[in-house]
Antibody
Framework: EVQLVESGGGLVQPGRSLRLSCAAS????????MHWVRQAPGKGLEWVSG????????GYADSVKGRFTISRDNAKNSLYLQMNSLRAEDTALYYC???????????????WGQGTLVTVSS | EIVLTQSPATLSLSPGERATLSCRASQSVSSYLAWYQQKPGQAPRLLIYDASNRATGIPARFSGSGSGTDFTLTISSLEPEDFAVYYCQQRSNWPPGLTFGPGTKVDIK
């Protein structure tokens, strides 16, 4: 069974940094692209960032470009999101998601983790 | 950037009724359109990918259609567990990325 478990969320002051992690199991991690998606409280889904299986293709939403960095460690079956210069509007539940099929990094997501909550407030 | 619009924002129906949800793209996305279901307190679940392909384990009452800019998710006969929020999603090669629609909430009438 595929499992994705996010961690690293919490309360952080504006301007500070946070690093999220996603531990993957139940599939061959280095065969699949991975993504981060967030959901502000009571709002819809927003794609944040994605990375191909070999880190050769990476993309970011305009709202986080230059502040967030996605990475992965295939030896540790882990995905990361380094978040710098955090703002109040970054407050959200952050989901880690695996793409549906091997190959392209831009694909539908299946499945998703349960998310880790990031709250940016002074 | 491609923008997705979903309608209606809320759909109030009774169990057993047919639900028809719409997703419109600001420019053609070919067939690169997916649908997700999200229930309160849960992560989204993939229902449909590439406009009309059901994901593994998704009941046959869920179907997707469309191409280009206009897409539809149909639930043929609503079950109690189908009352949820539904999102469409497209993927774009340039600028590279994915976007979601604002969602349609299907609630009990």
């Amino acid at each position: 069974e595929v499992q994705l478990v996010e961690s690293g969320g919490g309360l952080v002051q504006p301007g500070r940094s946070l690093r999220l992690s996603c531990a993957a199991s139940g599939f061959t991690f280095d065969d699949y692209a991975m993504h981060w998606v967030r959901q502000a409280p009571g709002k819809g889904l927003e794609w944040v960032s994605g990375i191909s299986w070999n880190s050769g293709s990476i993309g970011y939403a305009d709202s986080v470009k230059g502040r967030f960095t996605i990475s992965r460690d295939n030896a540790k079956n882990s995905l990361y999101l380094q978040m710098n210069s955090l703002r109040a509007e970054d407050t959200a539940l952050y989901y880690c998601a695996k793409v549906l099929l091997r190959g392209r990094w831009l694909q539908p997501f299946d499945p998703w983790g349960q998310g880790t909550l990031v709250t940016v407030s002074s | 950037e491609i923008v997705l619009t979903q309608s209606p924002a809320t759909l109030s129906l009774s169990p057993g009724e047919r639900a028809t949800l719409s997703c419109r793209a600001s420019q053609s996305v070919s067939s690169y359109l997916a649908w997700y279901q999200q229930k309160p307190g849960q992560a989204p679940r993939l229902l449909i990918y590439d406009a009309s392909n059901r994901a593994t384990g998704i009941p046959a009452r869920f179907s997707g259609s469309g191409s280009g800019t206009d897409f539809t998710l149909t639930i043929s006969s609503l079950e109690p567990e189908d009352f949820a929020v539904y999102y469409c999603q497209q993927r774009s090669n340039w600028p590279p990325g994915l976007t979601f629609g604002p969602g349609t909430k299907v609630d009990i009438k």
